[in-house]
T-cell receptor, first 109, second 111 residues
Framework: DVKVTQSSRYLVKRTGEKVFLECVQD?????MFWYRQDPGLGLRLIYF???????EKGDIPEGYSVSREKKERFSLILESASTNQTSMYLC????????FGPGTRLLVL | AQSVAQPEDQVNVAEGNPLTVKCTYS??????LFWYVQYPNRGLQFLLK????DNLVKGSYGFEAEFNKSQTSFHLKKPSALVSDSALYFC?????????WGAGTKLIIKP
């Protein structure tokens, strides 16, 4: 079975803090994705990556950056957290099908 | 622009009755279609996909979906609903290795 893990299930941070969300997949997938999920807005793509050191902006990249130094790991970075970044963050990897991690619920105070 | 529509925010079904969750896709994209389910405070789980071939696709937990090209639809179905099927369901369409997502449908199964 494909396994996608995320470093934290719940996270509380303060406004202005730098936040790192880590995602690791164990299936040697080249494609990895970061989404945020908010009630009534569904899933919105923040960034994705086709390969190591490659990154592409999704629909809502503002306020975020990503890092892909190794194939299995895709990190999402909030450079300076703001309250409007309180959300559920979902990581996925894919070959033919996208497989998701359990999600990180981030609260920014 | 491509889009995926799930016309119902919520669907209520009595346990034991058949259920349908509706999805229509964009004709401008390729008809590689997916259904996912999300239980509370969890990530999304893959249910089934249509790539090509038989229009009736069978997936996990007794779910199936019917691809209808003339109606550009990919409705999710189950013959007999369980209370444990209560969850949020997402339809998605492939677009250059990304997925275009529907807004989600909350399915409530009442005992």
């Amino acid at each position: 079975d494909v396994k996608v893990t995320q470093s934290s299930r719940y996270l509380v941070k303060r406004t202005g803090e730098k936040v790192f969300l880590e995602c690791v997949q164990d299936m040697d997938h080249e494609n990895m994705f970061w989404y945020r999920q908010d009630p009534g807005l569904g899933l919105r793509l923040i960034y994705f990556s086709y390969d190591v050191k490659m990154k592409e902006k999704g629909d809502i990249p503002e306020g975020y950056s990503v890092s892909r130094e190794k194939k299995e790991r895709f990190s999402l970075i909030l450079e300076s957290a703001s309250t409007n970044q309180t959300s559920m963050y979902l990581c996925a990897s894919r070959k033919e099908t996208q497989y998701f991690g359990p999600g990180t619920r981030l609260l920014v105070l | 622009a491509q889009s995926v529509a799930q016309p119902e925010d919520q669907v209520n079904v009595a346990e034991g009755n058949p259920l349908t969750v509706k999805c229509t896709y964009s004709v401008s994209g390729n008809p590689y279609l997916f259904w996912y389910v999300q239980y509370p405070n969890r990530g999304l789980q893959f249910l089934l996909k249509y790539i090509t071939g038989d229009n009736l696709v069978k997936g996990s937990y007794g779910f199936e979906a019917e691809f209808n090209k003339s109606q550009t639809s990919f409705h999710l179905k189950k013959p007999s609903a369980l209370v444990s099927d209560s969850a949020l369901y997402f339809c998605a369409q492939d677009s250059n290795y990304q997925l275009i997502w529907g807004a989600g449908t909350k399915l409530i199964i009442k005992p």
